[in-house]
């Protein structure tokens, strides 16, 4: 088993910047990728950001990409999501998830290709 823990959400303004961690414990000798979702109220869990652990391949949402980077830290376990120009859209439950094992790369962006996933953080995006 693989437990997730997020941090760093909170209520900012519009084009503020936050930084979101992930830290993994347990079996993590296991991790093959780990990525972001967002959830807001009423919608759907959409993709927003996936990095592979061993080479570090970051793959973005639309909505994200140039707003966002997503690191990982293997020493540690943890996994980053550095958010800046943030818009009220990005309003959302935030939540960390983990992959074991390789999958198809279309399963990427997909809640399916993933195993472990956090209890989430709220990020508020006041205008």
């Known amino acids: 088993q693989v437990q997730l823990v997020e941090s760093g959400g909170g209520l900012v303004q519009a084009g503020d910047s936050l930084r979101l961690s992930c830290a993994a414990s347990g079996r993590t000798f296991s991790i093959y990728s780990m990525a972001w979702f967002r959830q807001a109220p009423g919608k759907e869990r959409e993709f927003v950001a996936a990095i592979t652990y061993s080479r570090g391949n970051t793959a973005y949402a639309n909505s994200v990409r140039g707003r966002s980077t997503i690191s990982r830290d293997n020493a540690k376990n943890t996994v980053y999501l550095q958010m800046n120009s943030l818009k009220p859209e990005d309003t959302a439950v935030y939540y960390c998830?983990?992959?074991?094992?390789?999958?198809?790369?279309?399963?990427?962006?997909?809640?399916?290709?993933?195993?472990?996933w956090g209890q989430g953080t709220q990020v508020t995006v006041s205008s």
């Open positions: 998830t983990l992959g074991s094992r390789p999958r198809a790369p279309s399963t990427i962006t997909s809640t399916g290709g993933y195993d472990y």
